[in-house]
Nanobody, 114 residues
Framework: VQLQASGGGLVQAGGSLRLSCLASGNIFSISDMGWYRQAPGKQREKVAL???????DYADSMKGRFTISRDNDKKTVDLQMNSLKPEDTAVYYC?????????WGHGTLVTVSS
């Protein structure tokens, strides 16, 4: 499984960005996909997860601001980020989980200026 993330960049506080991740390879129909992030000097943390049936799970600090969605036909998972804050600055990673294990993509940098 290969994951390619895109959509990062520089945005002012209060702005929005949309990240997208394309999965390729042997993708199982029953799987979870999600986004994590890692800020400088901090551990990687969960942002949001979505199951193949659409069930979502958000980190508390992202609820109401971020929305995760997936398209099973296109094998993509998107993260719409609104009301961005400087503390949202991080490298964002998408991941894919099925019964074989967890796969990670290369990160995409999101920088939120104050």
């Amino acid at each position: 499984v290969q994951l390619q993330a895109s959509g990062g960049g520089l945005v002012q506080a209060g702005g929005s960005l949309r990240l997208s991740c394309l999965a390729s390879g042997n993708i199982f129909s029953i799987s979870d996909m999600g986004w994590y992030r890692q800020a400088p000097g901090k551990q990687r943390e969960k942002v949001a997860l979505i199951g193949s049936g659409g069930l979502t799970d958000y980190a508390d600090s992202m609820k109401g601001r971020f929305t995760i969605s997936r398209d099973n036909d296109k094998k993509t998972v998107d993260l719409q980020m609104n009301s961005l804050k400087p503390e949202d600055t991080a490298v964002y990673y998408c991941n894919y989980i099925d019964r074989r294990g967890t796969y990670w993509g290369h990160g995409t940098l999101v920088t939120v200026s104050s």
